[in-house]
């Protein structure tokens, strides 16, 4: 029998509802049960793949080809339980779905209305794709209160009245702030909060109360009465310094605990020594090393949420702390000088992006770690920028360029226009939508023999990662670049694509076509990030 836990938030967004649900999906594993995790976003795209990074940070991509909200990235990495496209859902999908079902007539002549057509489909979506699963934990996307959130409150209520409390819990995620006037944290919020909340239907049966300071028991009481909830139902959650340190921060004030009382279950014994050992390693590293990454969005880090968590999780693996310098690659375009900021670093990372701004600086960057033998991964874009900085300086290809920045003379990064997938064959043309349309999702490479990337994957000859690009690096000039030196390490079964390019003469020089980042976890560092941060541990003579 599936259950389902309905996470909502209030007073103020980006309170870490994602990482509630991440650790608590976590926390009821390790009692022993299958969990799954799902996120209802109420905006009106039909997924996050042609917004910008400013707007909506990181776009995850699940193995499936989905391209998704950053917070499905945290679900995999706390419960190592892959994401699929039936796990994100947004406003615009549904009505994707409804008009379309109106288009082929299927309601019959009816009234096509918000509630039940609407309500129905986002039920629908909820329970779709499950099987055996204990739970099912669904985070709903915005503030209680939010126009575009209704018809999703709406949903969940209805599904807490057809279900039941037996199959059903409403947790509500809030803030209690802290006024230093007053020196004294602040319930009232809270209180507004679970009102509106209940003026939609919805009595939680929890509440996430997020804080700066303590929460007193008295304070816990004081919410709990005013907000109809048992004492023991409000949850502190207390920032703290690392986010695998949710997990046991939760699960101290009873998270897991009071999530079984109501359903009224025992669960296993906790054992939570996998997280200890992991915020061990966060806490007490051996040594440290630091990380240029050379990209466009570094002012805004969610951009980068899953390579900032892998390069963790190769400091995690071996041992060190892993500072990272987001570095703007447009300043190594003004001024020479700029380089200076890389020879502070024991490794460089330049990740995944789009468009031609920033994309000569990216290449310096890349030239740098090439000649100056920093440790380089490139990822992506930035596997496609190392390939033109060597075209150029290895090949005396001076014209050589990705045509994603206009035609050029040669053109050794090209738009794809046809790929395999599976048994089937995909093609686009460069007229062709935008969305949806890049070459998404896991997809094979083979491992040359005895390559660096075959040792770093263990000596495994066949790998699945995760794409999301709409241009290639030019197989057409692979002979060329390779008697320069760059090999082409990783290809497509087809031996078409590209998929990885190496130096064999230089401490580490990886460049990717796909995204690793994305498949790394605390407890399952990805290799070729473990890999990164020995070259750089290496170069910093740490060992
Ligand atoms: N802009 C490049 C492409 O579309 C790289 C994409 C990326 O880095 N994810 O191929």
Redesign the pocket.
Known sequence: MTRFIFITGGVVSSLGKGLCSAALGALLQNRGFKVRLRKLDPYLNVDPGTMSPYQHGEVYVTDDGAETDLDLGHYERFTGVATRKSDNVTTGQIYTKVLARERRGDYLGATVQVIPHVTDAIKEFITADVTDEDFVVCEVGGTVGDIEGLPFLEAIRQMGNELGPERTLFMHVTLVPFIKAAGELKTKPTQHSVKELQGMGIKPDMLVCRAEHPIEASDRRKIAQFCNVRPEAVIPAMDVDSIYAVPQAYHAEGLDDEVLRHFKLTGGVPDLTRWDEIVRRVRQPDGAVTIGVVGKYTSLLDAYKSLAEALTHGGIANNVKVRINWLDSEIFEKEEEALHHLEEVNGILV?????ERGSEGKIKAAGFARTRQVPYFG????M?MAVIEAARSLGGLTGADST?FGPCEDPV?GLMTEWTKGNQVERRNAAGDLGGT?RLGAYPCVLAKGSRVQEAYNGADLIYERH?????VNINYRAMLEGKGLHFSGLSPDGELPEIVEIPEHPWFVGVQF?PELKSKPFEPHPLFTAFIKAAVDKARLV
């Open positions: 990740p995944g992006g789009f468009g990822i992506c874009f930035g496609q994603e990064v890049m999301r690009h709409r241009y290639e995204h």
